[in-house]
């Protein structure tokens, strides 16, 4: 069904169920990362069970969709680096790309993601971000505290392992 299925809704659903069920085969959901349907990109974007440093193969799917022209779907791909250990250069030129991209979420996606990677443009996009929110409901907000405590999280395995080295 999935070299087959023409309808982009059902082909989203399939997709789901594919890498639910099947832990191979990552290679027939990429080739749908290109399809006209914004949908059926963003549902290949969002898999969770695609994990792109256990499957270095998949990591030129989300960082096409990363450009991608539907702003929620940009968003989906950049957040799935934000939960990956890939650190390269083409992924930071990638993520540095987005730091101006005019859809909040994808530019918070983009300066998390290189944050996460220690890059400082990263945390400098962030810190301009949060000087604009104005309370807990704004834009944003609930994604920048998650992304704190992803950095403070980050921190804190740093100096355990630097005190572990010294010590």
Known sequence: MLE????????????????????SGKGA?????DHPDPHVRRTVASNPFIDPAEHPEVVAAPMRLAADPVPSTRAT??????????????LRAVLAARLADPHLDARIEAAAGLALRGDARGSAVLGEIRSGIEHVR???????????????????????AGAADRG
């Open 4 to 23: 087959t299925e023409r309808d982009p809704h059902a082909l989203a659903v399939v997709i789901d169920a594919f890498t639910s069920y099947c832990r």
């Open 29 to 33: 959901v990429r080739v749908h990362a």
């Open 77 to 90: 791909a950049l957040h799935k680096f934000t939960l990956s250990r890939v650190d390269t250069p083409e």
């Open 138 to 160: 704004s834009p944003g907000a609930a994604r920048l505290h998650d992304i704190r405590r992803l950095l403070e999280d980050r921190q804190a395995r740093e100096d355990r």
